[in-house]
């Protein structure tokens, strides 16, 4: 992929995940924790994240798509896959790969705080701060960045990248 430019490379992101985790592991000593994953970009660093923490921890997933990330921005977001499991009671761990515009943070979060869990947290790996129409931010964030369009590291441009090791810019003429 020599036409990616890498923001983050894979060992910058272990690094962060490393401090990330420490974070949770101090939080929640002692708790159990359910991580609830965005899918689909979110599931590698998930994977990373959860085993890197030492706390007892469960999985979840949940999917959504939205609508009109363009110009035409309908700012809606529906539900594709909701969680297996119940987590009234429980803490949950949201985990995003990135927090953009923030109306999926937002809709997701209002989506699982209706159902009542003991503590609900924010993960997200990046954060385009410049981007954020919502008034959302993550309890634990790996990197801010500026508004370039990023591939690797689990996320995508229509499918392709989420494979790539290292976090890398899209150039527009790939688009
Ligand atoms: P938000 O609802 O605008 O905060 O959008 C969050 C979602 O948009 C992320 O979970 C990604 O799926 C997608 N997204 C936003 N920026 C990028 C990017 O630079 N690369 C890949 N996906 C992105």
Same mark, same amino acid.
């Given at each position: 992929m020599s036409d990616l430019k890498v923001l983050f490379s894979r060992d910058q992101i272990a690094q962060r995940v490393a401090e990330l985790a420490a974070a949770i592991t101090r939080d929640f000593a002692g708790e159990q924790?359910?991580?609830?994953?965005?899918?689909?970009?979110?599931?590698?660093?998930?994977?990373?994240?959860?085993?890197?923490?030492?706390?007892?921890?469960?999985?979840?997933?949940?999917?959504?798509? $939205?609508?009109?990330?363009?110009? =035409?921005?309908?700012? /809606?977001?529906? %539900?594709?896959?909701? #969680?297996?499991? $119940?987590?009234?009671?429980?803490? =949950?761990?949201?985990? /995003?790969?990135? %927090?953009?515009?923030? #109306?999926?943070?937002?809709?997701?979060?209002?989506?699982?705080?209706?159902?009542?869990?003991?503590?609900?947290?924010?993960a997200a790996l990046l954060d385009k701060i410049s981007r954020r129409t919502e008034p959302i931010h993550a309890d634990y964030t790996g990197f801010e960045i500026p508004d370039h369009f990023v591939v690797g590291y689990g996320m995508d441009h229509a499918e392709r990248y989420r494979n790539l090791a290292d976090i890398c810019i899209l150039p527009p003429e790939m688009f």
């Open positions: 924790v359910i991580f609830v994953g965005v899918l689909k970009g979110a599931s590698i660093f998930l994977s990373d994240l959860a085993r890197a923490v030492q706390v007892d921890a469960t999985f979840d997933f949940i999917s959504v798509s $939205s609508y009109g990330k363009g110009a =035409v921005s309908s700012g /809606e977001v529906q %539900l594709i896959k909701d #969680l297996d499991e $119940s987590v009234e009671g429980k803490n =949950v761990i949201l985990v /995003e790969d990135i %927090l953009d515009t923030g #109306l999926t943070l937002t809709y997701l979060k209002k989506l699982i705080a209706a159902r009542q869990p003991r503590s609900l947290k924010l």
